[in-house]
């Protein structure tokens, strides 16, 4: 029984999915939903509370595994070293590590950003880039105000502002590439240009 459970419940994601893809959630309704699903629409409540539970169950992941880059990439565990390694690390290195993160979120969750992006108006998740972005500033900016009381000798103390840029440019890099469906080489090659840009420009600053 609990398998027949599983089996239902990925068909109203897969459904759904589809759904919310070509009509945009406010578009869409559970009746089209349980349609595709070759269910009812009671079946569909017993599984879901409503249509924006659905939708949120289909995104969580991707915004998990946001949520983990950053915990990892801005942990105030590692900012007493984070200066001196971005600095002396090779560029390659370091080129390497930001492009493969990078490359594994789009690649692994592209169906899910691309309905948090550009699908999500009316849902309680339409104003998640504006309320992510807030969200990631404060992080940044805790964790590079740490990262400024053990290296000094860096300039790397700057407005609230400019750490909010580089947020809001990784948010559009990732709506480029679905709104323009780029192709993987394609994707890689915007990726790859964003990193090089970015660690060059914050290198710049950060030495000056």
Same mark, same amino acid.
């Not at 893809?21 to 595709?36: C, M, P, S, T, Y």
């Not at 964003?194 to 970015?198: G, N």
């Given at each position: 029984m609990g398998s027949t459970n599983t089996s239902i419940r990925d068909n109203i994601?897969?459904?759904?999915?589809?759904?919310?893809? %070509?009509?945009?959630?406010? %578009?869409?309704? #559970? %009746? $089209?939903?349980?349609?595709?699903?070759?269910?009812? #629409?009671?079946d569909i409540y017993y599984y879901f509370k409503n249509k924006n539970d659905i939708f949120c169950t289909l995104v969580q992941p991707a915004i998990n595994e946001f949520d983990r880059i950053i915990h990892d990439h801005h942990n105030l565990d590692i900012a007493d070293?984070?200066?001196?390694?971005?600095?002396?690390t090779s560029f390659d290195k370091m080129q390497?590590?930001?492009? $493969?993160?990078?490359?594994n979120l789009i690649n692994n969750y592209r169906t899910a950003f691309e309905l948090l992006l550009t699908r999500a108006e009316g849902s309680s998740l339409e104003n998640f880039t504006d309320d992510y972005i807030d969200k990631c500033t404060h992080i940044v900016v805790a964790f590079m105000n740490k990262v400024n009381i053990h290296n000094q000798q860096f300039n790397c103390r700057y407005d609230k502002l400019t750490y909010r840029l580089q947020i809001v440019w990784t948010f559009q890099l990732m709506?480029?590439?679905?709104?323009h469906k780029l192709k993987p080489k394609e994707t890689k090659k915007a990726i790859e240009d964003?990193?090089?840009?970015?660690y060059y420009g914050w290198r710049g600053l950060i030495a000056r």
């Open positions: 994601l897969k459904a759904a999915e589809q759904i919310f893809l %070509r009509e945009g959630f406010a %578009r869409a309704n #559970v %009746r $089209d939903i349980a349609k595709a699903a070759y269910i009812s #629409v009671s070293t984070y200066m001196s390694e971005f600095v002396y390497k590590g930001l492009i $493969d993160t990078f490359l709506n480029e590439i679905i709104k964003y990193v090089k840009f970015e």
